[in-house]
């Protein structure tokens, strides 16, 4: 029996920085739609300039929110598969679209969070040969 502790312990290192990752997504959003927001920034710079941070920063924030949830939900759903140890090889597969989908919805800002995501699902694909009985 593998018990693949390299790929679980991967995996929850993953989750927790999409975690992260979700919370500044939803405090962005929070900053961004309180009301003197947009006065703080037209003191720094132009109007539209203040009104084009903060659609910025909202939009942000929803990108980092949705692409964090839908990483943690399949990443949570990897990681009970691996956890019970049954269809290695469909965890293995889900942790690393969990990693596709962070990075590429979120390019730079998920990247981190979706390598180590891809790892766990490199981790969990790969098996140490068994011994013959």
């Known amino acids: ?22 919370i500044f997504g939803f405090s962005s959003i929070i900053i961004a739609s309180h009301t003197d927001g947009k006065e ?15 659609d910025g920063l909202v939009t942000f924030g ?3 929110l949705v692409a964090g949830t839908a990483a943690i939900l399949l990443a949570a759903v990897a990681l ?3 956890k019970e140890g049954r269809w ?8 690393i679209l ?3 989908v962070n990075s590429i919805v979120l390019f730079s800002a998920g990247l ?7 790892g766990a699902g490199m981790a969990a694909l790969i ?7």
């Open 127 to 133: 098996r140490k040969p068994g011994k013959a009985v």
């Open 40 to 54: 703080v920034f037209a003191q720094i710079g132009g109007r539209n300039t203040a009104h084009g941070a903060v």
């Open 88 to 95: 290695p090889t469909l965890s293995g597969l889900l942790f």
């Open 80 to 82: 009970f598969l691996i």
């Open 112 to 118: 981190p969070a979706g390598v180590v995501l891809m």
């Open 62 to 64: 929803l990108q980092a």
């Open 98 to 100: 969990a990693g596709t």
């Open 1 to 22: 029996m593998h018990r693949r502790h390299a790929g679980k312990i991967i995996a929850i290192a993953g989750i927790a920085l999409t975690a992260i990752q979700v």
